[in-house]
C-alpha cells in the first residue's frame, strides 16, 4: 500500500516544466489533434492511450519521421499479437539516426571512453561518412534487405558503425559482447543464420586485456552461414587468415544509401536471458524502434542537441541498442567500454563527469554499491551538467533514492525506468514535468496502457498485481525467429490473459499515478496465499553492511509444504553470526511483514546472475526442487556455473 500524501523527493520548477519537451507537445497536439491543453501529464497520457491511433500520428509529425511512402492508416489491426503499424509506409531508421550530421557536420556524434578515461570523440560526419563507406561494402558482400549481420563486439564506435551501416542496407542486426562464451553466443546466432560478422580479437576489462581470438574461430567454424568475418584489432592483432579488414571498409569517402523498407521491416534481433531454455529471438521492427525511442528519449527522456547521453552497458543488453538511438534526437552519445567500478568503485561518476554528461543512466545495482562503498559522487566530481540520473535492470530500492538525492543533488531527476528487452523501450519511468516520489517510477509511458491486474482480470489501484498492457506498442516484437506458427510468442505474453500483455512482473498502481515495480511474478513467493515480491525483501535485507548480496527462493514441497530460504552472500570480514541472524529476521519483519521472515538464513559464496547481471530466481528454484543442473538452466546463460553446481549440492544434501 502506498501512503495517501508522501512528501515527493524531487518537483521540477515552472522553468523545467515550461522548457521539456513533452510540454510544447502537449501544446502543439492540443492545436492539431485535439490533445487535452489542460491537466498536464495525467490528461496527456489518458488522451494517448485513449485515442493511440491519433497520438503515434502526432509523434511522427512532431519528429518529423520521413517516410518515402506514405501509410494508409496508422494501426490496422489493433490486436495483440498481430497490430500491424503505419501499413504502405517505407522509411530508414539509420537515415533518422544521421540526420543531424548535416547541420552539425563537426560536432561529435559519439565519445568514446575506455578504461583510461581519456576520450575519443567521433564527429556527426565521420559517423555518416563511415556508416557509408561501411553500407557499401556490405552491399558488395552480397548482403540484402533480410540477411542478418552479427556483432560480437564491446560499447566501441565500430559496433554503433556496424548496426547503422546494416540498417542502412536494410539488414537484420544483431549482437553479444565479448565477455559471453562461445557457447552462449552460438545459442544465440545460430537461430538467426548471419551472413556477416564482426568481431574484435580481444577486450579490456578491469585493468586486464582478454584474447578471445580462440573464441572468435570457433564462432567461424560452427555458423557456417557466414560468408564475411570483419575482424576489428582492438588488442593490435593482424587480422586472421580469410577475414577482412575494418579499416579497409571504412575508409572510403561515400555517401550512405538508405534502403527505404517498410515500416515493420526487422531491424534487430534481441535476446532474452535463456537461463531456462534456448534464449527467445526477438524480433523488432525499424518503424516500430524508430518511433518509440523518439517517443521514449525525445518526450520522456527530455534529450536534445544539447545533451550528452551516457548509459552504462554492454552490447548484449537492450539498453545499448536504446544507447545508440539517442542519435535520433540529436544527442551526443557516450560509449563506455569497460568495468564499472574500474579502478574504483566511482568510475562511472568519472565518465559522467569528463564527458560532460546530462543523462547518466546506469543500473540500480551500481547505484547501491556505491551507496555500500561510501562514494561520495558530488564531493568527488563536478557533475553540475548531470541533470537527470536514471536506473533499470531492477527496481530502484528507495534508500537509492535517497542516496542520489543526498550524495549528487537535492536537485536532481532520479528516473527509475522498468521495461524489458522484449519491448526494447519503458513501460513506465522518466517523466521530466512530474515529482519523483521515493521507491516509485514516476508514470508509465505515453501510448502505453499500463495497468495492475488481479488474477481475474480486473483493474488493481493502490495493490498488488500482475504488469499488463492493454494496448499495443509499435515496438512490440514482430515475432520471434523460427516461430512459424507464433505460439511461443504468445504463449510468452498472452497466454495468462488473451489479447493483453502479461510482463511477468509484480507491479503497483499508484492512485496517484505512479508505478512501483515488486519483482517478477514467475519466481513468486506465495505464504498463505499472499503473493510477495522478492525484491521488497532484497531491499530491506541488503540495507545491512553486513550483505553485499541476497537472493530469496519460495519452494513448494512435495508434501504439500512451502520452504523460504534467503541466501545470503556477506561482506568481507562479515559472519553470520546469531547476532546477525537476528538483525536479519527483526528488519524484514519490522520493514515488511512476519509473512516475508524467511524459514532459513544460508550464507552462500555467493549470487548467480544472467549473463546481462540479472539475479537468477527460477533456476536455483528449480535446482531446489531436485532438478538436474542441465535441465534447470541453461549453462551458457549464466556468470558461474560453479556458482550453480553449489546450489544443486544443497539441494541434494537436503533431499
Known amino acids: 500500500m502506498t501512503s495517501a500524501n508522501p512528501t515527493p523527493l524531487w518537483q521540477p520548477d515552472r522553468d523545467r516544466i515550461e522548457r521539456a519537451q513533452v510540454t510544447r507537445f502537449q501544446a502543439w497536439a492540443a492545436e492539431h489533434h485535439g490533445a487535452p491543453a489542460e491537466g498536464g501529464y495525467a490528461a496527456l497520457h489518458r488522451w494517448s492511450v485513449d485515442e493511440l491511433e491519433t497520438f503515434w500520428r502526432a509523434v511522427t509529425e512532431w519528429f518529423d519521421v520521413r517516410f518515402s511512402t506514405p501509410f494508409e492508416r496508422v ?7 498481430g497490430a500491424r503499424w503505419f501499413p504502405g509506409a517505407t522509411l530508414n531508421y539509420a537515415e533518422h539516426a544521421l540526420r543531424a550530421a548535416d547541420a552539425r557536420a563537426q560536432e561529435p556524434a559519439l565519445l568514446y571512453v575506455d578504461e583510461t578515461h581519456e576520450q575519443t570523440a567521433v564527429s556527426w560526419a565521420e559517423l555518416r561518412r563511415q556508416v557509408g563507406s561501411l553500407a557499401a561494402g556490405l552491399r558488395a558482400l552480397g548482403v540484402r534487405p533480410g540477411d542478418r549481420v552479427s556483432g560480437y563486439l564491446p560499447n566501441v564506435p565500430q559496433a554503433a558503425v556496424a548496426l ?50 580462440d573464441t572468435v574461430a570457433e564462432l567461424r567454424r560452427e555458423l557456417p552461414s557466414l560468408r564475411a568475418v570483419v575482424h576489428i584489432p582492438l588488442l593490435g592483432t593482424e587480422a586472421p587468415s580469410g577475414t577482412l579488414e575494418w579499416s579497409a571498409l571504412t575508409e572510403a569517402d561515400t555517401e550512405p544509401e538508405f534502403e527505404q523498407v517498410p515500416f515493420d521491416h526487422p531491424l534487430w534481433v534481441l535476446y532474452s536471458s535463456g537461463t531456462t531454455g534456448l534464449p527467445k529471438a526477438i524480433v523488432q521492427s525499424q518503424g516500430g524502434i524508430l518511433v518509440e525511442h523518439l517517443k521514449q528519449l525525445g518526450l520522456h527522456c527530455d534529450l536534445g542537441p544539447e545533451d550528452r547521453f551516457f548509459w552504462y552497458t554492454s552490447t548484449g543488453w537492450m539498453m545499448w541498442n536504446f544507447l545508440v538511438s539517442g542519435l535520433l534526437t540529436g544527442a551526443t552519445v557516450v560509449l563506455y567500454d569497460g568495468s564499472p567500478g574500474f579502478p574504483d568503485t566511482g568510475a562511472q561518476w568519472r565518465v559522467a563527469e569528463r564527458t560532460g554528461a546530462t543523462l547518466f543512466g546506469t543500473s540500480a545495482a551500481y547505484v547501491m554499491a556505491c551507496r555500500k562503498a561510501g562514494v561520495h559522487p558530488s564531493r568527488d566530481h563536478d557533475l553540475s551538467r548531470v541533470e537527470c540520473v536514471a536506473t533499470t535492470g531492477s527496481p ?6 535517497t542516496w542520489l538525492h543526498d550524495e549528487v543533488r537535492d536537485d536532481l531527476w532520479i528516473a527509475s525506468v522498468s521495461g524489458g528487452t522484449d519491448v526494447c523501450s519503458c513501460f513506465a519511468g522518466a517523466v521530466p514535468t512530474l515529482p519523483v516520489y521515493v521507491g516509485e517510477l514516476q508514470a508509465p509511458g505515453l501510448g502505453t496502457d499500463l495497468q495492475s491486474w488481479d488474477p481475474d482480470g480486473e483493474p488493481l489501484t493502490d495493490e498488488v498485481g500482475e ?30 490473459y488473451p489479447g493483453v500483455w502479461r510482463h511477468g512482473d509484480w507491479t503497483t498502481v499508484t492512485s496517484r499515478g505512479s508505478v512501483i515495480i515488486h519483482g517478477r511474478s514467475d519466481s513468486t513467493l506465495n505464504r498463505q496465499g499472499v503473493r510477495m515480491g522478492s525484491a521488497d525483501i532484497y531491499e530491506a535485507v541488503e540495507r545491512l553492511p553486513e550483505i553485499a548480496e541476497s537472493l530469496v527462493i519460495g519452494v513448494e514441497q512435495p508434501d504439500g509444504g512451502y520452504w523460504m530460504p534467503l541466501f545470503v552472500h556477506l561482506a568481507p570480514g562479515a559472519t553470520l553470526d546469531e547476532a546477525l541472524l537476528d538483525r536479519i529476521r527483526r528488519t524484514i519483519r519490522e520493514e515488511l511483514s512476519p509473512r516475508h521472515v524467511p524459514d532459513e538464513v544460508i550464507e552462500v559464496p555467493g549470487v548467480p546472475h544472467t549473463l546481462t547481471g540479472k539475479r537468477i530466481e527460477v533456476p536455483v528454484k528449480r535446482l531446489l526442487q531436485g532438478a538436474p543442473l542441465e535441465k534447470a538452466v541453461n549453462l551458457g546463460s549464466v556468470d558461474s556455473v560453479d556458482l550453480l553446481r553449489f546450489y544443486e549440492d544443497l539441494a541434494r544434501k537436503r533431499a
Open 467 to 496: 504488469l499488463v498492457v492493454t494496448n499495443p506498442m509499435p515496438s512490440m516484437p514482430v515475432r520471434f525467429w523460427n516461430d512459424p506458427d507464433g505460439s511461443r510468442y504468445r504463449g510468452s505474453y498472452f497466454d495468462a
Open 75 to 81: 494501426l490496422a489491426d489493433r490486436s495483440m499479437p
Open 396 to 401: 530502484l530500492p528507495p534508500d537509492g533514492f
Open 164 to 213: 547503422l551501416a546494416t540498417a542502412a542496407v536494410g539488414g537484420v542486426w544483431t549482437s553479444c559482447a565479448p565477455d559471453f562464451g562461445a557457447r552462449s553466443v552460438l545459442d544465440r546466432f545460430q537461430q538467426v543464420e548471419p551472413v556477416v560478422l564482426f568481431a574484435v580479437d580481444g577486450y579490456r576489462y578491469g585493468g586486464k586485456e582478454h584474447d578471445r581470438r
